[in-house]
C-alpha cells in the first residue's frame, strides 16, 4: 500500500503551478470549467445555429435575401401617395389635367398665394421647335408674406418666393410636381429658411391629400353611377 503524500502530483505538461502559476484569463477558465459552467455563445454562433436549423423551410434564404437585399429607388411614381425625390416632391392622380389644374388655382388662391404666371410647354415646344410633347403647364405662384420672411432672413433668397408647380398628362393620369424647398434650405444652413421650407413642404402635402380625397370621392361617385344603370 502506497504511503499518504502530502505533496501534489506533478502535471502531465511538467509545470509545477506554485512555481510557475497560469494567467489570470487561464485560471478562470479552469475554474468554471471545474464548476462545470460553459461560455455564452456569441451572437454570430446563435444566429448561424438559428439559420442552419430553418434552413429546410427556406426562412435561411428569406431572411439573407432580405439582409442582403440592396435599396432600390421607385421607378415609377406612387399612386394616392406622394414620392419624395431629391429636387421635387411628386403626386399622380387620376384626375383630368385641367380638373387638376383648377384645383390646384382655387388651393393657392385659399392660401394667400397669388397665380405669377401659367406657362403651357406642349404649346411654347410646338411654336418654337415643331415638336410634340404631351400636355404640360407650369404654374408660379407667391405669398407676399413668405416673400417677406425670405429676403428678411436672407436678400439672396428669392428663390423661396415663387413656388412651382408642373402638371403633365402621363397616360390616364395627371402627374404633378412641386420644388422641393428642404434641399436648398438643408443647403444654406439658416434656421429660418429651413423652418419657411417646412411650412411650404406642409401646404403641397396638403394639396396633395386634397388631390388624394377629390379622386376617392370622385370614383366612389362613378361606381354610384354605374350600379343604379345597372339592370
Known sequence: MLPLCRHKLPRADGVDEKRHPLPQSRQSKRAKSAHGTRASPSIGCIAKKLLHS??????????????WAPVRRPRRRLRAVALNREFALCFQTKL???????????????????????????EEIQRHLGLRWPRSVILVAWNPFVAYQSLLT??????????????????????????????????????????????????????????????????????????????
Open 54 to 67: 430553418a434552413s429546410h423551410a427556406g426562412l435561411a434564404q428569406r431572411v439573407l435575401s432580405w439582409w
Open 154 to 231: 436672407d436678400p439672396d433668397a428669392g428663390i423661396f418666393i415663387p413656388l412651382h408647380f408642373t402638371l403633365t398628362e402621363n397616360g390616364a393620369y395627371t402627374a404633378v410636381a412641386a420644388t422641393n424647398y428642404t434641399l436648398f434650405a438643408r443647403l444654406s444652413g439658416r434656421m429660418g429658411l429651413q423652418l419657411l421650407a417646412r411650412e411650404l413642404m406642409g401646404k403641397i402635402r396638403q394639396f396633395f391629400g386634397q388631390l388624394a380625397a377629390r379622386e376617392e370621392s370622385a370614383s366612389s361617385k362613378s361606381v354610384h353611377a354605374a350600379t343604379r344603370e345597372a339592370p
Open 96 to 122: 383630368p389635367l385641367e380638373q387638376s389644374l383648377a384645383l390646384l388655382q382655387k388651393f393657392l388662391c385659399a392660401e394667400g398665394f397669388r397665380i405669377a404666371s401659367e406657362l403651357w410647354v406642349d
